[in-house]
């Protein structure tokens, strides 16, 4: 018999928010009783506040993605510094809550960043499933192979920026539920993970 947490899958959605796909991708969690994270980009959740204070109403975590998407391995300390903090405070302001995970642009960081991630308090997640969604574009493919491929306990990286990625989501999400797997949010993933541990 499985466990709870063995059939847990973590979608997570990077770049946005985008009022088309993320409105669409949040309507689609929402009528499937699934949860997911979305890593925004601060520069841009500041033009969207309505729909970025929409995903943490409707259960989803929220966590940074910095502001402008550098590649930290590329850019100067002080200035990695700026993007996660400008991010965080933002982010916190807009929402009212404490923001706790970053995912670093390209997944990239060094040691000086990961400093930098404790030092503000912020959990780095990366992924083990990459959809590749931004350059398949092509909604039956991405949700094919995520269908085909994904395992439970995957981190799913996708981009909420994109309408193929949104329809892919149509296609994966009901099947994946009728399959038995629960979409959760990284909290919930990572609670069940610590229990797995102990
Ligand atoms: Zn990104």
Do not use: C
């Not at 500041?46 to 930290?72: A, C, K, M, W, Y």
């Not at 642009?105 to 990459?130: K, N, V």
């Not at 092509?138 to 085909?148: C, F, R, S, T």
Request: proline residues 6%.
């Amino acid at each position: 018999m499985f466990q709870r947490q063995d059939r847990m899958i973590a979608l997570t959605f990077d770049d946005g928010p985008q009022p088309g796909p993320t409105n669409e991708i949040l309507d689609i969690l929402s009528e499937n009783q699934a949860r997911a994270t979305f890593f925004v980009l601060g520069n841009i959740a500041i033009q969207h506040p309505d729909l970025t204070r929409r995903i943490v109403q409707e259960g989803h975590d929220i966590g940074v993605h910095s502001l402008s998407h550098p590649n930290f391995q590329e850019t100067e300390i002080y200035e990695v510094y700026r993007e996660l903090i400008d991010s965080t405070l933002l982010l916190e302001d807009l929402l009212g809550i404490p923001v706790k995970y970053v995912r670093p642009p390209y997944g990239f960081s060094t040691a000086e960043a990961q400093f930098l991630f404790d030092r503000i308090g912020l959990q780095s997640i990366l992924w083990t499933y990459d959809t590749l969604d931004w350059e398949i574009l092509d909604a039956d493919v991405i949700a094919g192979n995520m269908l085909e491929n994904i395992q439970p306990r995957e981190i799913v990286l996708l981009h909420d920026i994109h309408p193929a990625t949104a329809q892919a989501m149509r296609i994966a999400i009901p099947q994946l539920v009728d399959q038995g797997y629960e979409l959760v949010t990284i909290s919930e993933y990572l609670e069940t993970q610590e229990n797995t541990l102990s």
